[in-house]
């Protein structure tokens, strides 16, 4: 793994930031817009994910930033679970439901992998970069 000097060198940050965009693109028209509850919601999960990535690297230690890690992943879920909502609703239409869906998956498994990372290496407890 390359070397990580600061959070944006995280993949995982910069597809939760390009996901974060795309919510809020998505959110930000037609009746999405009018529901005022769902889109500020799945706004705020989506933001969560990639702040709780930033935070995470910029404590002390492996073990501390694998609990925001696991935290990160948990917005990315609720993400997707909105997206349904908006999708029920009528808000999105099925193709922009999957493109959406696909990339808060993608930045899940990103997350999972590397708190596997963390976890498995001779690190742990301490900075890993």
């Known amino acids: 793994?390359?070397?990580i000097e600061k959070f944006e060198d995280i993949v995982a940050w910069?597809?939760?930031?390009a996901l974060t965009k795309d919510i809020y693109t998505t959110s930000k028209t037609g009746e999405f817009a009018?529901?005022?509850g769902l889109r500020d919601q799945i706004q705020r999960a989506s933001v969560s994910t990639m702040s709780n990535i930033?935070?995470?690297f910029e404590r002390?230690?492996?073990n501390e930033f694998i609990q925001f890690l696991s935290q990160a992943k948990g917005s990315c879920g609720e993400v997707r679970s909105q997206l349904y909502v908006a999708?029920?609703?009528?808000y999105i239409l099925p193709a922009r439901?999957?493109?959406l869906s696909g990339q808060a998956t993608e930045v899940s498994r990103l997350i999972a992998g590397f708190m596997t990372y963390l976890q498995r290496s001779d690190l742990r407890?301490?900075?890993f970069r």
Do not use: I, S, V
């Not at 910069?14 to 930031?17: D, I, L, M, S, Y």
């Not at 999708?87 to 009528?90: I, P, V």
């Open 1 to 3: 793994m390359n070397k």
């Open 14 to 17: 910069q597809k939760g930031r």
């Open 34 to 36: 009018r529901d005022f």
């Open 54 to 56: 930033a935070e995470g």
């Open 60 to 62: 002390g230690g492996d």
């Open 87 to 90: 999708l029920d609703q009528g």
């Open 97 to 99: 439901f999957d493109a």
């Open 125 to 127: 407890g301490t900075k």
